[in-house]
C-alpha cells in the first residue's frame, strides 16, 4: 500500500512540476503546436498527393479571341451544353439566335411568343424573348443571360450581344484581340 501512495505522490509532484515549466516557458507550447500542426499538414498534403486527383474547373477568368480576316470575333460557344458558333456583336443588345438554334440548345418559345419587333442588318423581324440558362466560353460561364430568339431565316449564326458581355468584368480590344474577363 505503501508503494501506491509514494507512486501517487510522486506523479502528482511530477505533474505540477509540468504545470510549472510551462508556465515559466510558453514557447514550449507554441513550439509543440506548430510541429504538431506542420506534422497534420504534411500528413493531409501526403494523402493528397497519393489520392487521384479530379481536374478542378475553374469558372473565372480570361479569355481572348482574333479577330478574322474580317475583324469579327468568332469562336465555340456553349448555350446550355450545346456547342454554337457565335460572333461577338457588341452592336447586339442580346444574345441573338434563330428558332432552330434556339430549340436545338433546349429553349423552347411557341410561335405566340415572337411578340416583338426587332431590327436587323437583314430588316425587320419578329423575334421572342429567353432565357439561355448558361452561357461558356472557355474558362467564362455566365448563368441567366437574356436572348432573342428570331425566325429562322433571319439570323443564320448566334450572335454573342451585350446582355452576355456586360455581366463580364471587363471586355476591352487590344492588338487585334477581344480580352473578355469573368
Not at 481572348?64 to 456547342?83: K, M, P, Q, V, W
Not at 448566334?158 to 474577363?181: A, P, T, Y
Amino acid at each position: 500500500m505503501l508503494r501506491y501512495l509514494f507512486i501517487v505522490v510522486s506523479v502528482s509532484i511530477s505533474a505540477l512540476g509540468v504545470v510549472s515549466f510551462l508556465n515559466d516557458n510558453p514557447h514550449v507550447v507554441d513550439t509543440a503546436a506548430i510541429a504538431l500542426k506542420d506534422r497534420v499538414e504534411a500528413d493531409s498534403a501526403r494523402r493528397a498527393a497519393v489520392k487521384p486527383q479530379e481536374p478542378v474547373r475553374a469558372w473565372s477568368g480570361t479569355e481572348r479571341l482574333r479577330a478574322d480576316a474580317r475583324g469579327h470575333y468568332i469562336a465555340e460557344f456553349s448555350l446550355n451544353s450545346r456547342r454554337v458558333t457565335g460572333v461577338v456583336d457588341t452592336g447586339a443588345t442580346m444574345i441573338a439566335m434563330n428558332w432552330s438554334q434556339a430549340r436545338s440548345a433546349g429553349i423552347h418559345v411557341s410561335p405566340s411568343e415572337f411578340i416583338y419587333t426587332v431590327n436587323t442588318a437583314n430588316g425587320s423581324t419578329k423575334a421572342a424573348r429567353a432565357i439561355v440558362r448558361e452561357v461558356r466560353l472557355g474558362s467564362i460561364r455566365v448563368r441567366d443571360v437574356e436572348a432573342m430568339i428570331l425566325e429562322d431565316d433571319s439570323l443564320n449564326i448566334v450572335l454573342i450581344g451585350m446582355s452576355f458581355l456586360k455581366r463580364l468584368r471587363n471586355f476591352e480590344f487590344s492588338n487585334g484581340q477581344l480580352v473578355m474577363k469573368l
